[in-house]
């Protein structure tokens, strides 16, 4: 049942070209419209939304770490993510115009269902998006969009991952159809994009070859940081969440701005840096910015490991190891950079000989506060 694979997580990071195509699946009409008829939320209550809060906790919280910067930027709403446990015992501020949207794979994790429940009482609409059919946050809220990634085994979350940042693109993108921020021509180019994300994860997978070696040759490493800007800042966060659950291994995300805050500190001949690079393309002038961080912690003798779009010379001259990713929007790199991150931890778990589907302490729902 593990499809010739060596763990389920293995099985399960393969299987993210599917989870994302069927999350994707069906949610248009012939005219290509979105259509998400399971939100059963009135259209007027949804237009009326002035503030979004994402409840949720591990990966999934990054999940919605990432989705906050396209929903605000296609919706102009404020979306504020907040971890589930913290969220009802600092009286948030919500009320009937708030969306609170709850993220989990299992839709069992207690903290995850006790915000809904607070959210519920303070009056907010509430919206799971969950893996699980018939789970318990589902039953609880006033909506579900449910992602389609397949049931996941492994305790590490790989690709309910990405199809939460794919529902949840689908939640942004219909908002704005709905509150007419966005012409439907450009939301019709969006969902194009995102509908070719499948074959490009496919194309990451396919290189994973020298991540793996990398990761072997890595076994015995005691700390890796990483480093991200932007939509790559969650997965910093993630890449080094992933190390942790699964090698047993010290490391910590940061977004790259915060380097000279404190993080560079850190650097010393020989430390292992994971940088998630932006897009040359893109709009904004992260990706010489990043760039720079590179250059910084390369001179003080950081080993730097490069997540880079296809055909981005700039970071070569200051990275140790480039792991290319096809290019796409920025908004929807998320979904390619995390994978050589996934592949990363799994393979140098496994050259430990640990246990990678079952890590120790651990537990794929966590059922009590
Ligand atoms: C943790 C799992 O206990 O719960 C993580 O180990 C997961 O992998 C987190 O991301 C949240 O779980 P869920 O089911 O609410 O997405």
Known sequence: EKGGFGSFMDKEIHDQPHAVADTLLGRTDAAGHLVLDELRIDEAVLRAVDK???VACGTAAYAGHVAKYAIEHWCRIPVEVELAHEFRYRDPV???RTLVVAISQSGETMDTLMAVRHAREQGATTLAIVNTHGSTIPRESDAVLYTHAGPEI??????????????????GLFLAQLRGNKF????????EELRAMPDK??????RSGRVREIARWMADTQSVLFLGRHVGYPIALEGALKLKELAYIHAEGFAAGELKHGPIALIEPGQPVFVVVPSPRGRHSLHSKVVS???EIRARGARTIVIAEDGDEAVRPYADEVFSVPQCPTLLAPLLTVVPLQVFACELATAKGL????PRNLAKSVTVE
């Open 154 to 171: 492994a305790v590490a979350s790989t690709k309910a991952f990405l199809s939460q940042i794919t529902a949840a693109y689908l939640l």
């Open 184 to 191: 439907p021509d450009e939301i019709a180019s969006t969902l």
């Open 355 to 358: 246990d990678v589907d079952q």
């Open 293 to 295: 961080n590179i250059q």
């Open 94 to 96: 919500v009320d009937e």
């Open 52 to 54: 979004i809060v994402v």
């Open 201 to 206: 994860i496919q194309e990451v997978l396919d």
